[in-house]
């Protein structure tokens, strides 16, 4: 099985696929800034009712941007923590196109590999008060 995850705007999405590339299910749900609480969960729920498991995971697709710069960190920083902990490959790409590109690709990824984020542009971060 693949897990597919796009994380960088307020409704997360989350992508289930057999290794023949064809889809199994789908989630989306507004996660918007509950999206490091309930990211994990939501793996395991989509995971469950398809009666699958992490461990039954064999590649993970990411998107990689541009977009939210915390909604891309938390997502990707998930898939890299998976890919890494179940030693599966791990794919990103960006734009409209990334799942496509991802699943085309995933077969020929060996292994997990640490995948970086795009943002598209510099991080706005609030700079701390003391």
């Known amino acids: ?7 960088d705007k307020p409704e997360a999405e989350l992508y289930l696929y057999n ?7 789908l989630y989306i749900w507004l996660a918007h800034r509950e999206l490091s609480d309930t990211l994990l969960e939501k793996i395991e729920m989509l995971l469950k ?4 498991s992490l461990k039954t995971l064999t590649g993970i ?6 977009g939210s710069f915390t909604g891309l960190r938390i997502g990707i920083t998930v898939t ?15 734009g409209e ?22 943002y598209g542009n510099e991080a706005h971060i609030t700079k701390p008060r003391k």
């Open 1 to 7: 099985m693949i897990l597919a995850l796009r994380t």
């Open 49 to 52: 009712r398809n009666d699958q």
């Open 61 to 66: 697709c990411v998107y990689q941007g541009p």
């Open 80 to 94: 890299n923590t998976l890919a890494y902990s179940l030693d599966v490959s791990i794919v990103a790409a960006e």
């Open 97 to 118: 196109e990334w799942l496509k590109e991802c699943l085309r690709t995933i077969a020929r990824q060996k292994g997990p590999q640490v995948i970086m984020p795009e």
């Open 19 to 25: 290794d023949e590339n064809t889809l199994v299910d």
